[in-house]
């Protein structure tokens, strides 16, 4: 966090409050905490009477304005002193710049003051043409021509009076251009009025049929969501499209293109310019057009452009985020030995057993696809790793020959019931990532590579959480777009997200990796490694407070992380709560009023329920503390996650061409975006649930009605084979077939899914054919591309609006 310096913290604390809607001793005491090193999840968790009860999305809010207002207010106070070095700051001037509430305001009012590079105007008034300029424009009356005439100096460049009055025109262009307030004004005007259009590039057609959908396409500025934005600017970067955008719907003209009127007079009557048939009107109204051709048009396309991406990188990272806290947050099996399969066909199935602590107690490889078809001997080979481990789960990588072996573990469950074994399909995006990680040679040394992977998969089933925090955010594959982000903002969206998820959660100090303590509130990369080689070389931690014994892990590190650690089995029964240490006399008070010892009043819900909590109330902690303190003490530890629950998909159906219009199937969802949520009903082809088909009332956002890692149930239809695509429905009374894909109620402001699905393709296979590389068909996406970005490279967006 930036420290506030010389900034006005006061005002940037008002500011946001005021944003917020709460009070600013509220904002102020958060502000004041991140400053002095707490993190998001440890202030909303244990520091909820400082910021009277600020959550951690209104905290992460702060955190973000924060760093926003103060970047500002550095950039403010670099153009302040540019200004005033240059000896040209007034009063006037300076209260305008005080003023500026946005970098991009900011800017527009340090633009005629920035250095730059020699300009044609600069040109001109060196060469003695600004009285020229400025007479022209004060007094219309004057012929221009005779004029300019008195400016003519070969000396200086100007050579006639028409070379006079074009440095004129660039001294009044440049001019129009910096306005900061005629600016602004066209800039909003143009946002509200103005759209985007893509064509094609000549000749790109074929090779960019993926962007067909925006071969003739124009859409409001206002009105372009995201995955669209997104899209559209790839295909220009693929250079498929030409982009232009446009002011407003263009008024045909009889000079070189639409004339957008009504901005050219808004410029003319910033400046007084009206053409009533003087001398110079015509010449200054020739001047405003050619200054909004040549200059203001083309600098409000440029901040439009970035306005676009901004906010669709702003939808597609809160997309991401809100996707990689459910994938996160998704029920975990527990401590249940499991058998982790990692499909191929020509390099086998890759298998692994974790014992119920995540441990890797056996590995192996089996062939019982084409072309070794050893069937028998893999499923022989398989029973005897579960009974030997008292296996109870088999995880199932969800990658190519993910149908074939999960028959396999079918026949083996059919063959062995006595085993008792539930088998799941798991995503194993991300897994090859985690293989071939430097981490991954630590926690594993000397297993091959290639075994790495079910290892991660069968673990991922025991504790999602655990396990997926060994890998960079950005490889699991649950965003849109995200080779299109911005790094930094993607980078700081999705670590927040997996603080969060951590610290609510809880980590188990005893058993955690180092990647999942790195995660914890005040625990660095360096200081969880010598956490764990502490635990290492003296067995487990007894109570939190010998923590403090660890190398580096001060007074500071100490509040922060303790109350997220948990010591299950330890000396203290507190220690395996979330009550934070600072917080056991309170605790102790209420063992001395209940009479109770520690240990029987945790879980004691008729006793903790009789204890006032204001009777606890001291000026160290508060009412929402002490309140908290007796729900924790009633379910001590609780794991905030669903129940884990499995899918079944059907059974005869493992292609898409085993599909047909009106099967209902059940499914797990995969991804969630703004248009809709792609499902895996087993076919190695996600289908698509577009929001028009989610309820029979409007959705707003498909994450309202799902998320990912829900299991549920859709109806089929239509069934694209060529160009595998699948369009599913959660209203399973829907008509199917190919003309019923609008399901009836449409959502407001689109087109039914079966105009819009063009373009829109399922999540499609791994680049490069995965790991193995002799993977085909059903592909889990890959690590360096997201399912979703990897579908809708493939085959473009929905619901283009054609002009």
Not at 768 to 790: I, K, L, V
Request: charged letters at 30%; hydrophobic letters at 40%.
């Amino acid at each position: 966090m930036t420290t506030p310096g010389s900034i006005e913290v006061g005002s940037i604390e008002g500011r946001i409050a005021e944003e917020l809607g709460v009070r600013e001793r509220q904002v102020k005491a958060a502000v004041e905490l991140l400053d002095s090193g707490s993190t998001v999840p440890f202030i909303a968790r244990y520091r909820k009477e400082a910021t009277e009860l600020l959550d951690d999305a209104q905290l992460r809010t702060i955190e973000e304005r924060l760093r926003y207002l103060r970047e500002l207010e550095e950039r403010r106070t670099a153009i302040l002193e540019s200004v005033r070095e240059q000896g040209k700051l007034t009063e006037e001037l300076e209260a305008r710049i005080r003023g500026a509430e946005t970098k991009a305001r900011l800017e527009d009012v340090y633009l005629p003051y920035k250095p730059k590079r020699r300009t044609k105007a600069q040109v001109a008034r060196e060469a003695g043409l600004e009285p020229l300029a400025e007479g022209l424009l004060g007094d219309p009356t004057v012929e221009p021509l005779a004029a300019a005439a008195a400016f003519v100096d070969a000396d200086k460049g100007v050579t006639d009076p028409q070379a006079a009055l074009e440095g004129a025109r660039a001294i009044l262009t440049e001019r129009f251009s910096e306005d900061a307030d005629l600016i602004g004004e066209l800039r909003e005007r143009m946002w509200g009025r103005g759209r985007l259009v893509a064509k094609v590039r000549e000749g790109k057609e074929a090779a960019g049929a993926k962007f067909a959908d925006y071969f003739d396409f124009a859409e409001p500025f206002t009105e372009l969501p995201s995955h669209r934005v997104l899209a559209i600017l790839r295909g220009e970067k693929e250079e498929v499209l030409d982009l232009v955008l446009e002011p407003e719907e263009p008024a045909e003209s009889a000079g070189s293109g639409p004339v957008p009127s009504s901005y050219e007079g808004i410029v003319a009557r910033r400046f007084q310019i009206t053409d009533r048939g003087r001398p110079a009107d015509k010449w200054l109204t020739d001047t405003v057009r050619w200054a909004w051709r040549t200059r203001i048009l083309v600098h409000l396309g440029i901040d439009l452009r970035l306005r676009l991406r901004t906010a669709a990188e702003d939808e597609a990272v809160n997309v991401f985020a809100a996707n990689l806290r459910d994938l996160l947050l998704a029920a975990p099996a527990g401590t249940r030995a499991t058998l982790g399969l990692d499909p191929g066909f020509r390099t086998g199935v890759k298998v692994a057993v974790a014992d119920t602590t995540g441990k890797v107690v056996a590995t192996d490889v089996i062939y019982p696809h084409v072309p070794a078809n050893k069937w028998d001997e893999a499923i022989t080979k398989l029973a005897g790793l579960a009974k030997q481990h008292a296996v109870e789960l088999v995880a199932i990588g969800n990658g190519t020959a993910s149908r074939e072996t999960d028959k396999l573990a079918g026949e083996l469950i059919a063959r062995h019931p006595e085993l008792k074994l539930t088998k799941v399909m798991v995503s194993e995006a991300g897994a090859s990532v985690y293989s071939a990680s430097q981490y991954a040679s630590q926690e594993l040394p000397g297993m091959d590579v290639s075994l790495r992977g079910a290892v991660s998969i069968a673990r991922r089933l025991q504790d999602p959480l655990a396990e997926l925090v060994k890998i960079d955010p950005k490889s699991i594959g649950v965003g849109q777009y995200q080779h299109d982000l911005s790094e930094t903002k993607l980078s700081r969206s999705l670590d927040a997200v997996v603080e969060d998820c951590v610290n609510g959660v809880g980590v188990d100090v005893n058993t955690a990796s180092v990647p999942l303590l790195s995660r914890v509130s005040g625990i660095s990369a360096s200081l969880a490694e010598n956490i764990v080689a502490h635990r290492d070389s003296n067995g487990p931690f007894a109570s939190r407070s010998a923590l403090r014994k660890v190398a580096r892990l001060g007074p500071k590190a100490y509040e922060q992380c303790a109350g997220f650690l948990r010591i299950r089995g330890g000396d203290d029964p507190l220690d395996a709560s979330s009550v934070h240490p600072e917080a056991y006399p309170v605790v102790r008070s209420m063992v001395k009023t209940s009479g109770q010892e520690v240990a029987s009043l945790i879980g004691n819900t008729a006793v903790l329920r009789s204890l006032r909590p204001a009777d606890f109330v001291d000026d160290t902690f508060g009412l929402p503390t002490v309140t908290d303190i007796l729900k924790e003490l009633e379910k001590p530890g609780r794991d905030p996650r669903p129940a884990f629950r499995t899918a079944t998909f059907k059974e005869g159906v493992e292609k898409i061409s085993d599909l047909s219009a009106g099967m209902v199937l059940e499914g797990v969802v995969t991804n969630v975006a703004a248009f809709g949520a792609f499902v895996d009903v087993g076919v190695h082809q996600d289908g698509l649930v577009h929001v028009s088909a989610m309820s029979k009332t409007f959705v707003k956002d498909p994450r309202d009605v799902v998320k990912p890692g829900d299991i549920v149930k859709v109806k089929v239809l239509d069934v694209d084979i060529p160009r595998k695509r699948i369009a599913l429905t959660l209203r399973l009374d829907d008509e199917a077939g190919p003309q019923a894909q609008g399901g009836g109620r449409q959502q407001r402001g689109t087109r039914p899914p079966q105009q819009r699905q063009g373009g829109q393709g399922q999540r499609q296979g791994r680049a490069g054919g995965g790991r193995g590389g002799d993977r085909g068909g059903r592909q889990a996406p890959a690590p360096a591309n997201s399912a979703m970005a990897d579908a809708l490279r493939r085959a473009g967006l929905l619901d283009p609006k054609k002009r």
